[in-house]
């Protein structure tokens, strides 16, 4: 096979031999090219894997002291305080009102239960307010924590004065 091809290139013009290694060295530079970017894809997601891969290495070499400081956490809430859907809408509610928010939209979400915990969870958003009674509310809000806490907090001020506030808002209840 490679005699023939051989016997085949030396029977060409010069101008042929050519015009043949300069297609030949196209594909090769093409298939090169295809070669690099694949070796570099491979690259990055290797680089990815083994970041990954560290992270919760660490994770699970942290495992003992996680659990430990989870346990002291819960060890010192106390399951009364706790709110449970209908008590986290109440509360919110009540210190919207009590900040002066009248145009309060608060929509609940399902909760999330693991384990010996609940989470629940709503969204909270209110229009056309001034600082003084958002930072209002948002004072209030805090003196409820750690029962009650801001996983999302997003504040826009169109530019007529007023703000617009929308916040996520997620209560933890212990199970009796």
Known sequence: MIRSLRAFFMSRLLREKLLLLAFVGLGMLWWLSAFATRAARFSRDQQATSLALAIQQQWLNNRGAIEATAQKAASQLDPAQTRNSTR???????????????NAVINPQPAATIGQ??????????????????????????????????????????????HTLGMRISSVEVSR
């Open 88 to 102: 986290l809408f109440t509360e919110v509610s009540n210190l919207a009102n009590a900040a002066g928010f009248r």
């Open 117 to 162: 915990f609940s989470i629940h969870t709503l969204n909270f958003t209110v229009n056309n307010v001034d600082w003084e009674a958002l930072r209002k509310f948002y004072q209030a809000l805090q003196t409820k924590a750690p029962y009650i806490g801001i996983d999302q907090f997003t504040l826009s001020n169109p530019g007529n004065g007023t």
